[in-house]
């Protein structure tokens, strides 16, 4: 059985969360922002609009609407988001509607 470095199986075990709540609209990237970790880094999450409208359609295209869509369906987003993260390191990720 071949082992792996030390940096792979620490890869594997670790994967990134989402403790904290808290998220916000940005009207200048049209996207609900919100912050995943792992283990003492922190990423940056942008949920798009176009994504939000594709898990719910009668959404009301406003910042309460947008905001309250990601509520509605945060488990869903996040494990889309871990996906994005578990495809690569990057300084920030959009989920998109394709994501969806």
């Known amino acids: 059985m071949l082992a792996l470095p030390l940096y792979e199986k ?3 075990l670790l994967s990134v ?6 998220r916000s609209y940005d ?3 049209r996207a609900v922002r919100f912050w995943g970790h792992e283990s003492s880094m922190e ?4 949920m798009t609009e176009d994504a939000l409208k594709r898990i ?4 009301t295209p406003d910042e309460p609407g947008f905001l309250s869509a990601f509520d509605a369906n945060r488990e869903r987003i996040y494990a889309a988001a871990a996906k994005a993260h578990a ?3 990057k300084g920030s990720y959009d989920l998109l509607a394709g994501d969806f």
């Open 10 to 12: 620490e890869r594997t």
């Open 17 to 22: 969360n989402f403790p904290n709540q808290s």
């Open 87 to 89: 495809r690569g390191r």
């Open 56 to 59: 719910r359609p009668d959404i």
């Open 43 to 46: 990423w940056s999450f942008y």
């Open 27 to 29: 009207a200048t990237r």
